[in-house]
């Protein structure tokens, strides 16, 4: 139980610093589900409306960012009630980023309100009601000084990142099928990452609350990275054309060195019916089977696990979006596009088989 003080002016300061923190909370929930309802809708008008709120959310910003300094000057503050009014100051912080990724969704409804509905919404919406909760449970921790609370805000961002990655995928298949759908789906995708990045935001939220509460600071504890190391990916994705054959022996490479933890795949924008048998042999030569393996497309493939991404076509290749994602191109002929005697294309077939293990080991830190 916190313990008032004795000070009533210096409590009425720092309640009304809480009340602020709340307001702005409360406002930033509000600019969401407004954005999200816009799209649902295709009400351009409640967009703009949610628009609106962010200017409100700004002053609250600099009205609090006043109090807050204005309470260190005077009241010197130690111990928790430092801890209180520090995190206060990276709390609003995170709340008016918030306000702007609310903007920036409804900037996108804005255009797609312009356009024939590319699909249903399903997943968005459910995405936004988690990234909204986790908001509203985020400052109901603070306010209750519920570090238990927080720590579970902190576990829901799974399902927002697992929201992201599924629609993802929907979004990358309706591209494929129609390149006309490419700009409305681009416009979808950068909503699904406005959210994901507001369930990032909460997450600030909550891991403040547990210091504000605890005294611990549990950001990015097990995701410490040595600088300037080069980070071992955690799933990989091998593209080309058909995914017959490059790609085909670079993910039987990757399973046979990289670490178990990693996941590896392959895919091609024009899969082929079979993996190309002479692929197989070459690698059978070197004691990989990749018999049972099959070309896939990028529905088969999870991309919101992918975080690296290697495209082996030397000729014009796909390009999988997503800026967020490590990019490698090795440009390797294709083997299967030699011309002459079975022996002419064996050998082709070993060069890329070899250069591709050179590669494959240079992942690895």
């Known amino acids: 139980m916190k313990r008032e003080h004795t000070d009533r002016e210096y409590e009425s300061e720092l309640r009304r610093l809480r009340e602020q923190l709340l307001l702005m909370g409360a406002k930033v929930e509000e600019a969401i589900a407004a954005s999200i309802k816009a799209l649902v809708d295709r009400d351009s008008d409640m967009a703009r409306r949610a628009i609106e709120i962010d200017h409100q959310v700004n002053r609250l910003e600099v009205e609090t960012d006043d109090l807050c300094l204005r309470v260190l000057a005077k009241r010197q503050p130690v111990a928790s009630d430092l801890r209180f009014i520090t995190i206060a100051i990276k709390m609003v912080t995170d709340l008016e980023r918030i306000g702007d990724l609310a903007v920036n969704t409804s900037e996108r409804v804005i255009e797609l309100n312009a356009e024939p509905a590319l699909k249903p919404y399903v997943d968005l919406p459910k995405m936004a009601e988690t990234a909204q909760g986790m908001v509203r449970d985020a400052l109901d921790a603070f306010v209750n000084r519920d570090a238990d ?4 805000v902190i576990e829901r961002d799974a ?3 697992a929201y992201y990655a599924q629609i993802f995928r929907e979004l990358l298949t309706y591209m494929m099928e129609d390149p006309r759908n490419i700009q409305r789906a681009t416009r979808v995708q950068s909503i699904a990452k406005y959210l994901e990045r507001i369930g990032d935001h909460a997450t600030n939220l909550a891991e403040m609350v547990v210091f504000m509460v605890k005294g611990k600071d549990i950001r990015h504890v097990g995701r410490l990275k040595t600088p ?11 593209l080309c054309g ?3 054959a490059r790609s085909q022996m670079a993910e039987g490479w990757a399973r046979k060195l990289l670490p178990g933890a990693v996941r590896i795949w392959s895919a091609g924008s024009h899969p082929a019916q079979e993996i190309d048998p002479h692929a197989v042999r070459v690698m059978g030569e070197v004691g990989i089977d990749i018999a049972a393996q099959r070309p896939k497309g990028f529905s088969d493939v999870p991309v919101g696990d992918v975080d690296t991404v290697v495209t082996l076509c030397a000729e014009e290749c796909v390009v999988l979006p997503g800026s967020e994602l490590r990019r ?21 077939f070993r060069q890329v088989r070899d250069a591709l293990r050179q590669k494959i080991e240079q992942l690895a830190p």
């Open 228 to 238: 300037g190391a080069r980070q071992l990916p955690h799933g990989v994705l091998f």
């Open 149 to 152: 609370r927080a720590r579970r």
């Open 328 to 348: 490698e191109a090795w440009e390797l002929p294709d083997p299967a596009a030699t011309v002459g005697d079975e022996a002419t294309v064996l050998a082709a």
């Open 159 to 161: 399902t927002v990142d």
């Open 242 to 244: 058909q995914n017959a």
